[in-house]
């Protein structure tokens, strides 16, 4: 309940940083351009608000329904569909009466700041943590593989070289990319030979809804530094420091080795040979359906079995580094959104809501992932603000530029249909993927009960 509660607090105020940001950017062009703002408010306030202060022509507040947020421009058709003001003559504050161009820079205001914000933090992160990664060629044990891996091609110990023979430097970014580029093979080293790894367009559909495919390998070390309650060791008599070293008087050169060998033994009696306080002992136990132990391993070793690469970052370098980190996420995000509207990857029936959102935040709190993941949360919000979809920000720029090509400017008649339209195709996305985010969740529950 405690990692819960952790997570929810961190996407809870990334999102409120982030919706400010957002809106802060629409507030100061409007006032820019001497525009009336009416309101700004953190979160959606139908019938009333948390809290509200009004400073001259704008009220502040916060609102009770946590969906994002808004600025109430005067003279403009937006989320608040305030017709009876519309009804009247423009006034020389409102939206609606100043020249074309203005209006189009109030509108991509808040995407601008979005981006910016991204950028910022990216910079603020290189300085302040540095970049550390595992080389692909620093895997040198190979990888490890789930079932998905296996049915794919790729086998426990193979060592990846590339990518459709490109070699990516970051072990890490080996899925991304394959996902991303829609890569058709992986080249790995098996027994000494370059084997082909071919991937078709099912697998890569697989591929996107899957959490883990592969990892690297690593010696067999099952140093036991946390145990589940409902663990199945915790009966056994297994604690806290104690170094299992086998099973069944059974050795094992790799971790890979030994998970398999524990779900060959679902259901069955084992023992386990456990190393504690320098003596040998055996504990029975019987392993359980989910063929795991419940119990979570000491990684302390990692860094020093692999050579991981660390880069610093001065005040000046960050700057170029964290530009170029943000505008390489402007492009992976680009790809996958691209990726929803390919039916053959079927990327759309992965969409997540706020749940698969906060799943991304780690349990403990840690201020490096909270800060990466809000620029990549403002990234995706302001990618998403862009597209041509009326009720966000694309939509208004794309009547907007209509105008500055056609010289026509769209009636308000159909700017409040339109509006309308983009509302419930927002409403429909939203609950669509927080229904996926609750149908995923039952299907978990109900397969980790059988």
Excluded: C
């Amino acid at each position: 309940m405690e990692i819960i509660l952790i997570k929810a607090a961190q996407l809870i105020l990334s999102l409120s940083l982030l919706v400010i940001i957002h809106e802060f950017g629409h507030f100061i062009l409007a006032r820019i351009f001497k525009t009336r703002v009416e309101k700004f408010y953190l979160f959606f306030d139908p019938w009333f608000s948390l809290f509200k202060v009004k400073k001259g022509d704008t009220e502040y507040g916060i609102g009770w329904l946590p969906f994002g947020g808004y600025v109430k421009i005067s003279g403009m058709i937006d989320e608040s569909m305030d017709k009876e003001a519309m009804k009247l003559p423009p006034q020389p504050y409102e939206f609606r009466a100043k020249k074309t161009w203005q209006r189009l820079l109030i509108m991509v205001g808040g995407v601008a700041m979005n981006f910016i914000l991204a950028f910022i933090i990216y910079i603020g992160i290189l300085y302040a943590w540095g970049e550390q990664y595992l080389p692909t060629t620093s895997v040198k044990y190979g990888i490890e593989v789930d079932s998905l891996g296996m049915k794919m091609g790729l086998q426990n110990g193979d060592k990846i070289l590339s990518v459709d023979n490109m070699v990516v430097e970051n072990f890490q970014k080996i899925i991304p990319t394959v996902i991303l580029d829609k890569a058709s093979s992986i080249q790995v080293e098996r027994g000494g030979q370059k084997i082909d790894v071919p991937i078709s367009d099912d697998y890569l559909a697989i591929l996107i809804k899957s959490k883990v495919v592969l990892s690297f390998r690593v010696p067999f070390d099952y140093k036991v530094a946390r145990i589940a309650k409902d663990s199945p060791t915790r009966d056994a008599g297994l604690k806290v420091g104690d170094q299992i070293l086998g099973m069944d008087n059974q050795k094992y050169a790799f971790n890979d080795q030994f998970k398999s060998a524990l779900r060959d033994s679902v259901g069955k009696k084992i023992t386990l040979n456990v190393l504690r306080n320098a003596q040998e002992i055996t504990l029975p136990m019987i392993v359980p359906k989910s063929g795991m132990l419940g119990i979570v391993l000491d990684q302390s070793n990692i860094e020093k079995i692999f050579e991981f690469k660390t880069i610093r970052y001065g005040l000046i370098e960050s700057i170029p580094a964290g530009l170029s980190r943000g505008v390489n996420t402007i492009n992976d995000y680009l790809k996958s959104v691209k990726l929803i509207f390919s039916p053959k990857t079927k990327a759309y029936e992965s969409l997540g809501g706020f749940i698969a959102i906060g799943s991304f935040f780690p349990g403990l709190w840690d201020w490096h992932s909270f800060w990466n993941m809000t620029a990549l949360l403002s990234i995706m919000l302001g990618v998403m603000n862009l597209l041509p979809i009326p009720a966000l920000d694309g939509g208004h720029v794309i009547f907007l530029l209509f105008e500055m090509i056609t010289g026509r400017k769209p009636g308000d008649k159909f700017l409040e249909y339109a509006q309308i339209a983009g509302m419930v195709l927002l409403l429909t996305l939203v609950l669509y993927a927080n229904g996926n985010d609750i149908f995923k969740l039952f299907k978990y529950n109900s397969s980790f009960k059988k």
